[in-house]
């Protein structure tokens, strides 16, 4: 086989004894890219540059729906370059950047920056969002017309939700209009001021001030209800209680528009973690019971949910460092999802691969170009992993910019190989290649 620093842009790329996974199923075939696209797929194939699958699923590049990359403003905590070399080497071709920036990505001219910075990265694909609001402020509509027409399939106010009734249903009036999709951070933050862990007989305990589940569930009722009433495509960014889940679901029995995503660290780390007064653990919204945990789980079973989005969160280590109450909340999860999703969900490799790349792809609206099944002529945005694989996260392992990840010390099942973006190895044998 060659070796990694061999494999290139140029020629034909053979991906040797793998196993596809996709929307069909799994196949066991070789895989072959050139010029950007899939060329072949079949058995024995031969190429001008072979890379080892063997033991390894091949399957469509992960893309993620939830991912800070803090440029531009914050770039001592991550740049859209380190970001995307983080995602790569999480399985990642594509990443959705939330526009919590600064300044925040409401006109076009950010929206092309962050565009135009990522194509320089040359990782992966990075996806601008759009402010719903001028400033992600709630007080007046961003420019949602212009910042569609220059591409934007995906807005929201992350970090805030949208807390104006009337202001939320006509930005749902005029998404509908646009064929956009809104993305709700659904957090009624009069009911979570100063609130720092979960509500709970731990928090009491402790004498930390409680965030209820009823403060994200409010909203997603709310939004439900505008959904109904405007024909809107809304999206539930990282849901966290039971109860959300009940209500995503019934929605969805009735045919209502909306979609949703959980993350890996509310499917694998409960409230307690708290107890321990780490900051790494401080997350918005917080981590939940092991109720709520069992019940992201079986949403994600019964495709109730419908992605696995990280929300990835850098921050600079002095910040992380302040008390509980004044360190900002985040972590971090490019590089952990995969083990992370292989170690706590019941599921098979095909759904895997749906909420992890296909259905991420759809709500964000490039499956296009992400989450094609490997099929002649599909774009060459490929993800090598071994589903048996384990390892240790260490610090020195991350290509984050930041070092805020809970996981440090932790063993994971599950690891990326190899990644394709437009049939250019950007990882190989988990090693970043630029």
């Known amino acids: ?205 402790l004498g930390l001030p409680g965030w209820p589940s009823i403060a994200e569930e409010l909203m997603v009722f709310r939004d439900i209800e505008l959904a109904r009433l405007t024909g809107a495509r809304v999206h539930f960014l990282h849901l966290s209680t039971a109860r959300s889940v009940e209500l995503v679901r019934a929605a969805k029995r009735d045919g209502l528009p909306i979609t949703a995503e959980v993350t890996p660290h509310h499917l694998s780390l409960d409230d307690t973690r708290l107890t321990s007064f780490d900051t790494v653990f401080k997350v918005n919204p917080p981590l939940r019971s092991l109720g709520d945990i069992a019940a992201l789980r079986a949403g994600v079973r019964d495709g109730t949910i419908d992605a696995l989005a990280t929300d990835h969160a850098p921050h600079p280590r002095r910040d992380k460092e302040l008390s509980l109450d004044q360190a900002p909340p985040g972590m971090l999860g490019l590089e952990t999802a995969l083990g992370v999703a292989l170690g706590v969900l019941d599921v098979d490799l095909v759904h895997l691969v749906r909420i992890m790349s296909t259905q991420p792809a759809a709500i964000a609206g490039i499956s296009d170009r992400h989450g094609r099944d490997i099929e002649v002529g599909a774009p060459a945005n490929v993800v090598v992993f071994d589903p048996d694989l384990s390892w240790t996260v260490s610090p020195d392992s991350l290509s984050s910019k930041s070092r805020n990840t809970p996981y440090v010390g932790m063993t994971l099942r599950g690891k990326v190989r190899h990644t394709f973006f437009n049939g250019v190895a950007t990882v190989l044998d988990g090693d970043a290649q630029r």
């Open 1 to 205: 086989m060659t070796r990694p620093a061999e494999v290139s842009a140029v020629g034909r790329v053979v991906l040797k004894d793998g196993t596809i996974v996709d929307s069909r199923g799994e196949q066991r075939l070789d895989v072959a890219m050139e010029n950007g696209v899939v060329t072949e797929v079949g058995i024995e194939l031969r190429g001008d540059r072979l890379v080892d699958a063997r033991g390894c699923v091949v399957a469509p590049g992960f893309v993620d729906l939830h991912a800070h990359l803090r440029e531009p403003g914050k770039e001592e905590a991550e740049t859209i370059e380190t970001g995307s070399r983080a995602g790569a080497k999480g399985g990642y071709t594509a990443l959705v950047a939330m526009p919590n920036t600064d300044p925040p990505q409401d006109s076009v001219a950010v929206i092309d920056f962050v565009r135009e910075q990522g194509k320089r990265a040359g990782l992966l694909e990075v996806v601008p969002s759009g402010c719903i609001t001028l400033g992600r402020q709630g007080e007046a509509l961003a420019p949602l017309a212009e910042l569609a027409a220059a591409g934007v399939r995906l807005f929201t106010d992350d970090g805030s939700g949208v807390q104006n009734e009337l202001l939320m249903r006509r930005a749902m009036e005029y998404a509908r209009g646009l064929g956009v999709t809104l993305a709700q951070h659904c957090e009624v933050t009069s009911l979570t001021k100063g609130a720092v862990m979960n509500e709970c007989q731990c928090c009491t305990s």
